[in-house]
């Protein structure tokens, strides 16, 4: 890391963001803090996701290039389905807004491991907010819990899968 003001700055580097959040949530879910932990593995797909879409899915528009063609801070796409085509290109939000981009994943990809963990993601994940993070944790659901645990963990084993292999299963 350099003095100057460009090697300070803060890269986006969602494997890296993901493993951690990831990491964090397994902790916190081992204490018993739950909220948080449900709040973390959210994240922690989300980012894991992100990065795998950015690695793999480049040939469907997947980039940090935004709808105005300049380079961003975050991943962006273009959505087939948009009916607007001025509005396709959109930013990738959080993991309950990007799960239809998911399948982009399995484009050509008719791997069994890789198609239950991004089917997992899509269910567990579905109606996860990042909002939940204002709540009063009232709402806890165990259960769903303890399945984006599970969700999150095929998550963090598909990202290390990639990490040696470079390939997707």
């Excluded at 940090?64 to 087939?80: A, F, I, K, T």
């Excluded at 509005?87 to 959080?94: F, S």
Aim: aromatic fraction near 6%.
């Amino acid at each position: 890391m350099g003095d100057d003001e460009e090697s300070k700055k803060a890269k986006t580097d969602y494997a890296c963001a993901g493993e951690r959040h990831y990491e964090d949530a397994a902790y916190l879910y081992g204490d018993g803090r739950l909220l948080n932990a449900d709040h973390l593995f959210g994240l922690a797909v989300e980012c894991l996701m992100k990065a795998l879409l950015k690695r793999f899915a480049g040939s469907h528009g997947v980039s940090m290039r935004n709808s105005g063609g300049s380079d961003d801070d975050r991943l962006w796409w273009d959505d087939p389905d948009a009916k607007n085509q001025n509005k396709k290109r959109k930013a990738l939000g959080h993991i309950n807004q990007m799960r239809q981009a998911l399948p982009l994943l399995l484009d050509g990809r008719p791997g069994l491991s890789l198609t239950e963990a991004l089917t997992r993601v899509s269910a567990d994940f579905e109606k996860w907010i990042v909002d939940d993070r204002y709540t009063d944790g009232t709402h806890l659901d165990r259960a769903l819990l303890s399945r984006r645990q599970e969700t999150a963990t095929l998550a963090h084993e598909l990202h290390l899968h990639v990490e040696m292999t470079g390939k997707l299963p």
